[in-house]
Every structure is written in structure tokens, then in C-alpha cells.
């Protein structure tokens, strides 16, 4: 398997080469990119065409892979295998996921979901780097990794309980902004100290609300 990996990105990578897509100087994460577009068929007419938002989230995803995993060719097929898996496995699923936030944190402190309705702030969460980019560029990578290791074994329920957490860790800096903006801002860069212990609350949060079996509900 991984011989054929290694000759798979050797090939993608030449002919990105010849088409002069990719270059020496060409950042990783960006070569990563241009090869996924190819082999998924969205590959652009020419380099100055404007990134979609599909595109962010890869970048966003590759770079923190990149942090943790060294060799290129584990690194891309990791990268595009998670990708694959958000776009397929959880298309339907992601969209929901802002409504789902939204009623366990009614459960868990209705009085900092009051506060954010009261600020017009609800929908203006960083929904993009929390369900799409999967904390990438929001949570360092040893916490990350924990968070993306539940998603690639099937639950990308995590995240809204990842996100869950944060806003309850944080409630005291959230209660006291009043501007919708500035929460979104604060939000989008959280303190990286105790990221860890967020995880490990957002897991223990997870199994208190998803890990009892069904039978047993």
C-alpha cells in the first residue's frame, strides 16, 4: 500500500510540475492542494483564480497535519482521506451541527445562551473554524489530534461538544463582551494554555450526552 501511495504522489506531483502548477519554492500545504484538486477533478484553469472555501478548509486542515505528521506522503493521503471523509461521510451532517450546539448549551447554561442571543451573536459563531476546518488554526496540535481522531472513527459529534466546552470554559470573558464581533474575534483566538483540559471536558461532555447505548436510554 504504501509503495503505491509513494508512486501515486510521485505522479500527481510530476505532472502538477508540467502543467506548471507546482514549483521548488511552492509551500507544502499548497502543493498538497493543487494535488487534491487534480485528483478530485477541480483542479482551476490557472493559478490566479481565487480559492473557494472548500479550498480554505483543506489548506487550514494540511497545515496543523503538517505540524504532526512528517513524511509528505503520509501526510497528503492523511489530509485528503479527512477531507474525503467531511465531504462525504459528514456532508449532511456538518450543516447541523450550529443547531445541535445550540440546544445542548441550552441544556448545559441557558443563561450564556441567553447572553449570545441577547448580543445577536448565535449566528455569528465561528461555525467555519469549529465544523468545517475542525478547530484547525483554533486548538494546538497535540489537542487537535484527540478531537480528529474521534471524527476519523465516526463521530464528528465531537466537534459541537469541542465547541461546547469552549464557550463554557470561557463564560466569564464571553458574558462580559456585548458585541457580537468581539465575541466571534475572542472565539477565533482562544487562549492555547489549557486547550488540553478542554478536550478532556468536551470528551467527558460527549460521553455524558452520546455514550449511553441505545437500549439502555
Same mark, same amino acid.
Given at each position: 500500500?504504501?509503495?503505491?501511495?509513494?508512486?501515486?504522489?510521485?505522479?500527481?506531483?510530476?505532472?502538477?510540475q508540467?502543467?506548471?502548477?507546482?514549483?521548488?519554492?511552492?509551500?507544502?500545504?499548497?502543493?498538497?492542494?493543487?494535488?487534491?484538486?487534480?485528483?478530485?477533478?477541480?483542479?482551476?484553469?490557472?493559478?490566479? /483564480? +481565487?480559492? !473557494?472555501?472548500?479550498?480554505?478548509?483543506?489548506?487550514?486542515?494540511?497545515?496543523a497535519?503538517?505540524?504532526?505528521? !512528517?513524511?509528505?506522503?503520509?501526510?497528503?493521503?492523511?489530509?485528503?482521506? /479527512?477531507?474525503?471523509q467531511?465531504? $462525504?461521510?459528514?456532508?449532511?451532517?456538518?450543516?447541523?451541527?450550529?443547531?445541535?450546539?445550540?440546544?445542548?448549551?441550552?441544556?448545559?447554561?441557558?443563561?450564556?445562551l441567553?447572553?449570545?442571543?441577547?448580543?445577536?451573536?448565535?449566528?455569528?459563531? +465561528?461555525? $467555519?473554524?469549529?465544523?468545517k476546518?475542525?478547530?484547525?488554526?483554533?486548538?494546538?496540535?497535540?489537542?487537535?489530534?484527540?478531537?480528529?481522531?474521534?471524527? @476519523?472513527?465516526?463521530?464528528?459529534?465531537? =466537534?459541537?461538544?469541542?465547541?461546547?466546552?469552549? =464557550?463554557?470554559?470561557?463564560?466569564?470573558?464571553?458574558?462580559?463582551?456585548?458585541?457580537?464581533?468581539?465575541?466571534?474575534?475572542?472565539?477565533?483566538? @482562544?487562549?492555547?494554555? $489549557?486547550?488540553?483540559?478542554?478536550?478532556?471536558?468536551? @470528551?467527558?461532555?460527549?460521553?455524558?450526552?452520546?455514550?449511553?447505548?441505545?437500549?439502555?436510554?
Open positions: 500500500v504504501m509503495k503505491y501511495r509513494t508512486e501515486q504522489y510521485r505522479d500527481v506531483y510530476h505532472a502538477l508540467v502543467i506548471r502548477f507546482i514549483k521548488d519554492s511552492t509551500p507544502q500545504v499548497e502543493v498538497f492542494l493543487r494535488m487534491h484538486q487534480l485528483e478530485s477533478g477541480r483542479l482551476p484553469r490557472n493559478l490566479a /483564480f +481565487p480559492l !473557494e472555501p472548500e479550498d480554505e478548509v483543506f489548506l487550514a486542515i494540511a497545515k497535519m503538517e505540524e504532526v505528521v !512528517e513524511d509528505n506522503v503520509d501526510c497528503y493521503w492523511l489530509v485528503s482521506s /479527512f477531507v474525503n467531511l465531504n $462525504n461521510k459528514y456532508k449532511d451532517s456538518l450543516p447541523q451541527l450550529p443547531k445541535v450546539l445550540e440546544q445542548y448549551l441550552n441544556v448545559e447554561d441557558n443563561r450564556l441567553a447572553h449570545l442571543k441577547a448580543c445577536s451573536a448565535v449566528s455569528k459563531l +465561528p461555525y $467555519n473554524l469549529w465544523f476546518k475542525c478547530f484547525a488554526g483554533c486548538l494546538p496540535e497535540s489537542s487537535l489530534q484527540r478531537v480528529w481522531d474521534k471524527v @476519523i472513527s465516526g463521530s464528528c459529534k465531537i =466537534l459541537v461538544f469541542v465547541a461546547l466546552e469552549i =464557550l463554557l470554559t470561557f463564560k466569564m470573558k464571553i458574558m462580559a463582551l456585548t458585541n457580537a464581533e468581539k465575541i466571534t474575534q475572542f472565539l477565533e483566538n @482562544i487562549p492555547q494554555d $489549557n486547550t488540553d483540559a478542554i478536550v478532556s471536558k468536551a @470528551i467527558d461532555l460527549w460521553h455524558k450526552h452520546c455514550g449511553t447505548p441505545v437500549h439502555l436510554v
